[in-house]
């Protein structure tokens, strides 16, 4: 059995869906999409086992963004058992617009009244039976984050599918308009549609969608196409905006019978701390406190379990030499140790900074703060030509850029679309972040790491707004769209939300260490190896002696280079690829950084590993998500110039000065 849960952003669908399915959960992306794809199962009372997906949240169903088609063609196509449609009652006037639409598709719906609590500060009293009634929906009140009304849930999806013909709600528009959708309708049922109900497809030609225009004008007649224009232009003027006009109509007589509206025009607790937090002088500042203070924590936190990790590898390699030395060949030991070990226990000590940045930016977005942060960065981000959304997807960028480009498609044209893909690889992701703090704690005393993080964003920052204005002005020419976002109330963090969020982003490091890079790492030991023996004499040291004379200007030694080769693959492999190289374990890697390699040297390296051409799984997304090689080929030039530019500035500087 099959249950969709559908809502608008920010409505804490969830909340719900963690609540109802735990950990039973599978994450990945709808078939020939780059949207995030949540499944997940739960059991009801009767001991059924039901299926629930939890489509993109969007503002409506119309064909404008690719989280529209996926949600309207999934009901449409799976046709599920029913809907659960999670609404914001501090906001029921903006949500039930969705509603309407979802009664549209003709499946069951139960709604969940959610964010009761937030309501009830906004000053807005809700009859839940009398709104059940106007809606003709079987409706529940919830605060999904603290687990309120799920057992009321349960037992209304049990009478829900129970009486499945039930529960398609009362909404419809003015007699005029659904005599004209009749009409329409009467034209449409002689045509197969791909089991498309032609009421809701009436609708759609009505709102002007542009997809179910191309599909009616596909399918029908070329005199039954002429006769729907001419119904359309004749009976119907008002266009698109009048039905939008009818929902809020139907809409308000709905609240007008279930909602009372208590002490409004107060200005809420929520709205006075954003006084502060998004004013024009105090917004930026409190924005870098926020972000200072997230390193520091990270920084505070991570060098103990990081520690801890890096002893439990230690401890295996020195059983595999005790009791497999005697036993295998001194090539094959080593391999295991130098090579497997070594590279998988670098990667793996670096699970706790991953972790907590997750954790810590997973609290950021649940309690409302990146909002904020997107309203705040807007007035500095419009001139040089990113909208205030486009920070939303750099904040992603900080954890992977490939999720943070494909964020980009909510942008509202293409410009500002592919303006965000090409600055996005310049954010630091969690991957260069682990390499970041390697170098950063071998070159810099642990007193000035937090400032030495937060300098490095900081340039990273500074770099998107210069390519930004260079793109703007030179290349991507085009007026500026006036900038909305909603601006959710405060909540309190749910502890659940968070730890799954930053699982989930955590679990994808955790895969790729134990294979990818244990198989890189054991390719690189091998390489290094072979034929002679050792590092000078191997396949790899041949290579990197043959490319030394491209490093030398910005102070790198083959080593250094194949290190940078090995991370376009994967950022994280970086690391791995200097502990074999540099014959250190996860545990002496920077002491042995310190040593072996000169500190103009060391920060040349930092500094070009940190901006030059993004790892190969974020090419790949930047030509499918910009659709173009030239765009591609583009992103790498310009960011392999970029390093190599401030690679040498930083060396030579670093030289003069020492």
């Not at 009761?116 to 009398?130: C, E, F, N, T, V």
């Not at 140790?337 to 699970?351: I, R």
């Not at 893909?421 to 703090?437: F, N």
Request: net charge neutral.
């Amino acid at each position: 059995m099959i249950l969709a849960l559908a809502g608008q952003p920010n409505v804490g669908k969830s909340s719900v869906f963690n609540t109802l399915t735990g950990m039973q959960q599978h994450v990945g992306n709808w078939p020939g999409k780059t949207v995030e794809k949540k499944e997940g199962l739960f059991t009801l009372s009767d001991g059924r086992r039901i299926s629930l997906i939890d489509l993109p949240g969007t503002y409506s169903l119309t064909s404008n963004t690719i989280e529209e088609i996926i949600t309207r063609d999934f009901i449409l196509q799976t046709r599920p058992d029913a809907i659960i449609n999670v609404v914001d009652t501090s906001n029921l006037e903006r949500n039930l617009y969705l509603t309407t639409e979802l009664l549209d598709l003709g499946r069951p719906v139960v709604m969940i009244l959610n964010m009761m609590d937030l309501a009830d500060q906004k000053g807005y009293s809700i009859d839940a039976p009398a709104l059940s009634e106007a809606l003709g929906l079987p409706v529940i009140t919830a605060v999904a984050s603290r687990k309120n009304g799920l057992n009321e849930l349960y037992s209304s999806l049990d009478n829900l599918i129970a009486a499945s013909d039930k529960h398609r709600g009362n909404f419809c528009f003015s007699p005029p308009v659904e005599q004209v959708i009749a009409n329409i309708g009467e034209r449409l049922q002689h045509y197969s549609f791909e089991g498309h109900p032609v009421r809701w497809l009436a609708i759609k030609l009505l709102e002007d969608d542009a997809q179910i225009k191309g599909l009616v004008a596909a399918t029908v007649s070329e005199s039954d196409l002429a006769a729907l224009q001419a119904e359309i232009s004749q009976h119907f003027p008002g266009g698109p905006s009048s039905l939008a006009e009818e929902r809020y109509r139907w809409i308000n007589s709905v609240l007008d019978a279930a909602v009372r509206r208590e002490g409004l025009g107060k200005i809420s607790a929520s709205d006075r701390v954003d006084l502060v937090l998004t004013s024009r002088w105090l917004g930026v500042p409190i924005l870098l406190a926020v972000l200072a203070g997230v390193f520091l924590l990270i920084f505070k936190l991570s060098p103990p379990l990081q520690e801890l990790i890096g002893g439990l590898f230690s401890w295996l390699s020195h059983l595999i030499q005790v009791y497999l030395g005697p036993v295998l060949p001194n090539w094959l030991v080593r391999l295991l140790t130098d090579g497997v070990l070594a590279g998988v226990g670098t990667a793996m000590s670096f699970v706790p900074l991953i972790l907590i940045t997750f954790t810590l930016f997973g609290l950021l977005e649940d309690v409302g703060y990146f909002a904020r942060a997107a309203f705040v960065m807007d007035r500095w981000l419009g001139p040089l030509g990113l909208p205030g959304k486009a920070f939303i997807s750099l904040l992603m960028g900080y954890g992977c850029n490939v999720p943070a480009i494909m964020a980009a498609r909510t942008a509202e044209n293409e410009r500002d679309r592919l303006l965000t893909i090409l600055v996005t690889p310049l954010t630091i992701c969690s991957a260069r972040q682990v390499v970041a703090v390697a170098l950063i704690g071998a070159f810099f005393r642990p007193k000035f790491a937090p400032w030495v993080m937060l300098g490095l964003y900081l340039v990273g920052f500074a770099l998107i707004c210069l390519v930004s204005f260079v793109l703007k002005n030179m290349v991507l020419k085009a007026e500026r769209n006036p900038f909305f976002i909603e601006l959710p109330m405060y909540r309190l963090p749910n502890l659940t939300n968070i730890i799954t969020y930053a699982w989930h982003k955590t679990r994808g490091y955790l895969q790729r260490a134990a294979t990818y890079i244990a198989a890189v790492s054991a390719l690189l030991w091998v390489l290094s190896y072979f034929p002679g023996g050792s590092i000078d004499h191997s396949i790899i040291g041949t290579i990197g002696h043959w490319i030394e004379p491209v490093g030398r200007p910005f102070g790198f030694d083959w080593r250094l280079l194949v290190a940078l080769l090995s991370g376009f693959a994967a950022k994280e492999t970086t690391l791995a690829t200097l502990g074999v190289l540099y014959h250190a374990n996860e545990s002496s890697i920077g002491a042995v950084l310190t040593s072996s390699i000169p500190f103009a040297s060391g920060l040349s390296f930092f500094v070009f590993s940190m901006f030059y051409i993004p790892c190969l799984v974020t090419v790949l997304t930047i030509r499918q998500e910009s659709g173009s090689r030239k765009w591609t080929a583009f992103a790498l030039a310009y960011t392999l110039l970029l390093a190599a530019l401030l690679s040498l500035i930083v060396y030579h500087l670093a030289l003069a000065l020492s």
